[in-house]
């Protein structure tokens, strides 16, 4: 009989300490799922932030990679110009020595017109 009495005490101390109710479960449980959701939202906020981020990166890719070729065009327009404006400088020195050459030939002749 004692160890009747001594099994059914430790059977009620036993069970009085494994059960948990419903309420108190869920006071437990709120605080943490409501962090969870905030935290969910603020995981959402900086994704979309991040996609954003990297849609202006992407942009700025193409309009650098566009600035790129622009700048390559006009170096290549200006060394044409470069390379025609000294062509074309050497044609007007050309000119120049021929037009120097002309007027010595006229000047001689002027001189050997006068001597006569």
């Given at each position: 009989?004692?160890?009747?009495?001594?099994l059914s005490?430790?059977?009620?101390?036993?069970?009085?300490?494994?059960c948990?109710s419903?309420d108190y479960?869920?006071?437990q449980?709120?605080?943490l799922?409501d962090?969870?959701?905030?935290l969910?939202s603020?995981?959402?906020?900086?994704?979309?932030?991040?996609?954003?981020v990297e849609?202006?990166s992407?942009e700025?890719?193409?309009?650098?990679?566009?600035?790129?070729?622009m700048?390559?065009?006009?170096?290549r327009l200006c060394?044409?110009c470069?390379?025609?404006?000294d062509a074309?400088?050497r044609?007007?020195e050309a000119?120049?020595?021929r037009a120097?050459?002309?007027?010595e030939?006229a000047?001689?002749?002027f001189e050997?017109?006068?001597?006569k």
């Amino acid at each position: 009989m004692k160890k009747a009495v001594v099994l059914s005490l430790m059977v009620m101390l036993l069970s009085s300490f494994g059960c948990a109710s419903r309420d108190y479960v869920r006071q437990q449980i709120d605080p943490l799922v409501d962090r969870i959701s905030r935290l969910e939202s603020r995981v959402d906020a900086l994704e979309s932030r991040m996609k954003s981020v990297e849609a202006k990166s992407a942009e700025a890719a193409a309009a650098a990679a566009d600035a790129k070729s622009m700048a390559q065009e006009a170096m290549r327009l200006c060394k044409e110009c470069s390379d025609k404006a000294d062509a074309a400088a050497r044609r007007a020195e050309a000119a120049a020595d021929r037009a120097e050459a002309a007027y010595e030939k006229a000047k001689k002749a002027f001189e050997l017109q006068q001597k006569k």
